[in-house]
């Protein structure tokens, strides 16, 4: 959409990019985070999204992350983003990814044995497209050394996929994600637990349980809270409001949150 604007204006065909946009029936935009600080862009899409939406059009938007925490994200596109129904769509579970497995190795007549599709769902968890990779992998593995791939076993296809299982994220945990926070902020595990409500001890604490609901969403508020020993969820839901509406305004926050981020899954 971006780059496709910018070469209509260069060529003076607003108007024909305008048409092309507006009367389609279905728009699909992908990673639309990427409107972030581009002002003139945002203009344009807040006007096409408007048309689509008054003429009942269907729109279908994908982002890294909620609209809200887009950051330099117009308001008024946010509100007509939170309109909708918002999906979090997350990385298929270990089930989900032997199906896959099996799925995308029916077309190229690829036959594994079980133990082999359950090693790959386990060791490679980041997405479809690395357990495809995965699969492609071993095919041109055992076509260069005249294999069955039925008869390859867990340790041939270990060393095979040895790269791509190495580049998995290690497993973060809230230990993982309070010492990241307790280094940062020179202060104890012991400390950020504690009920104190000084604010050196606190504000680390609300990062800390930010990053807890953002990193492992399979926690409720209900066991973050306890991990913190905090009194109930709504303590989890204060804290995590304050660091929201921080890391919108402030750029310095926000590079220091994610340098925070790259920290634990490193």
């Not at 260069?10 to 990427?34: Q, T």
């Not at 925490?69 to 129904?85: A, H, M, N, W, Y």
């Amino acid at each position: 959409f971006t780059n496709e604007m910018i070469e209509s204006i260069r060529a003076n065909k607003m108007p024909e990019f305008r048409s092309k946009y507006r009367k389609v029936d279905l728009l699909l935009v992908d990673d639309v985070h990427f409107l972030s600080k581009k002002e003139g862009t945002q203009e344009e899409f807040f006007h096409t999204f408007n048309a689509l939406f008054d003429n009942r059009k269907q729109i279908v938007l994908t982002s890294d992350r909620p609209p809200k925490d887009i950051p330099d994200l117009e308001k008024r596109l946010v509100t007509r983003f939170e309109s909708g129904l918002l999906c979090d769509l997350k990385n298929p579970d270990f089930e989900t990814r032997v199906a896959i497995l099996h799925k995308k190795a029916e077309p190229e007549n690829i036959v594994l044995s079980d133990e082999v599709f359950s090693f790959i769902a386990e060791s490679i968890t980041s997405s479809v497209r690395a357990l495809e990779g995965s699969l492609i992998r071993i095919l041109a593995y055992a076509s260069y050394n005249n294999l069955n791939p039925e008869e390859l076993d867990v340790e041939t296809v270990r060393s095979i996929l040895s790269d791509m299982i190495s580049e998995q994220h290690k497993e973060i945990t809230l230990d993982t994600i309070t010492q990241e926070v307790c280094l940062a902020y020179n202060i104890t595990m012991p400390q950020i637990v504690d009920k104190t409500r000084r604010q050196q001890i606190s504000y680390p604490r609300q990062i800390a349980m930010y990053l807890a609901n953002l990193l492992i969403p399979q926690l409720s508020l209900k066991e973050i809270a306890e991990y913190y020993k905090r009194k109930d969820h709504t303590t989890v839901i204060h804290a995590k409001r304050m660091i929201e509406n921080r890391f919108r305004e402030d750029i310095n926050f926000r590079s220091h949150i994610e340098q925070l981020i790259k920290n634990i899954k490193s």
